[in-house]
């Protein structure tokens, strides 16, 4: 016997509504920032650098660190399960040349509960460094270093899972700049 | 049935014109580019002078004979070149860079862009081509320009993201070669 009212598919919907809220997590957790919003500051700068490196370029260099030098050993490792290095940065030749507006278009993106900031790390360069991680659960899946100086705006971006007490490391590489960052103080506790 | 063969051979042409015009616009975005800085600064690429061409020569050669292998960066036979020299490239270059992004955007990712002073932009553009990459390395300083378009293995490609200042010069070198 024919069934005159059947029930629609409730296929079609399940999957349209797992693909969503799938999309949407995974939106929520990308610890990839935006930083196109900063590019009207190189009219103003006297220096500006803007690195894209992809996980794929970052794994091609990877190999190309030597195994038999224990600087870039350790640098191969830090930079093997990367995702992503995004890095802008402006110097300028005078002081007030970005808005606290710009920076805020950076910070607005770092919000609790995806990033936190971390308090312990510092850095010797003058000026204000703000280091912030993205975790997932209890592992870190990417960090952004906000550098703002009077004549110099920074913002690094690494995706990925990144070892904090290695971070300095990295500096001077894949277009990675000097930030003068001290790896976190560890707790007297944590070295027990 | 007919309509069946019919709407096949159509999806058939439809691809091959489609991969046709996407590789066309690939090979022709180095021409493109060059176009664009004459455009945009006014300015006119040219081709090299006879000394320039003998004095490189001849570091090529010396680098032969000294038994390294000279070529470093690019696969034989893959590099295009353009030069612009004793130029003024007067012009917004916050303006020109948004212009070549936009226009190389669809098939080329940007790597390194660097701006210095008012005068000095350096661009690395990368894409894929099976194993292996095609970089345009996009120079321009007060008075002098260089756009270097060449097909590269991982490992050289690796290098010129290692140090891309020394890569690029490197490139210009074997291009300047490659063309004679």
């Known amino acids: 016997m024919k069934r005159l009212f059947r029930k629609p598919p409730r296929t079609p919907l399940l999957v349209a509504l797992l693909v969503i809220s799938w999309s949407c997590t995974a939106r929520a957790q990308d610890p990839k920032i935006q930083l196109a919003h900063l590019d009207h500051l190189a009219a103003k700068a006297t220096e500006t650098v803007d690195i894209n490196i992809d996980e794929r370029l970052i794994q091609i260099t990877a190999k190309l660190f030597k195994d038999s030098d224990i600087d870039e050993v350790q640098v191969k490792k830090l930079i093997q399960g990367l995702k992503g290095i995004y890095v802008k940065s402006f110097e300028f030749d005078s002081d007030n040349n970005y808005s606290a507006a710009d920076i805020d278009s950076i910070r607005s993106q770092l919000r609790e509960p995806q990033w936190s900031r971390l308090v312990n790390v510092t850095s010797k360069k003058d000026g204000n460094v703000e280091v912030y991680i993205s975790l997932v659960g209890s592992q870190i899946n990417g960090l952004t270093v906000l550098s703002a100086e009077p004549r110099e705006l920074t913002v690094v971006n690494i995706v990925g899972p990144v070892d904090l007490e290695k971070l300095a490391q990295l500096e001077g590489n894949l277009g990675i700049p000097d930030l003068g960052i001290d790896p976190p103080k560890k707790k007297k506790n944590d070295d027990q | ?180």
């Open chain 2, 1 to 180: 049935m007919k309509n069946s063969v019919t709407v096949k051979v159509a999806t058939v042409l439809m691809l091959v014109s489609i991969s046709v015009s996407v590789s066309q616009a690939v090979t022709d975005d180095f021409n493109s580019v060059v176009k664009m800085i004459e455009q945009y600064y006014n300015v006119k690429h040219e081709g090299l002078s006879f000394l320039e061409k003998t004095a490189l020569k001849a570091v090529g050669v010396g680098a032969k004979v000294r038994g390294g292998q000279y070529r470093k960066y690019a696969e034989a036979g893959s590099i295009k070149l353009a030069m612009f020299e004793d130029q003024e490239f007067n012009g917004d270059f916050v303006k020109f860079r948004t212009s070549l992004n936009d226009a190389l955007k669809d098939t080329w990712s940007p790597v390194v862009q660097t701006m210095s002073g008012k005068d000095e932009q350096n661009y690395i553009f990368v894409r894929d081509k099976g194993d292996k990459f095609v970089v345009l390395v996009i120079s321009i300083e007060h008075r002098e320009g260089t756009v270097v378009q060449a097909t590269v293995a991982p490992k050289a490609l690796a290098l010129l993201m290692k140090d891309p200042e020394e890569g690029v010069k490197a490139l210009r070198e074997e291009a300047t070669i490659d063309n004679q």
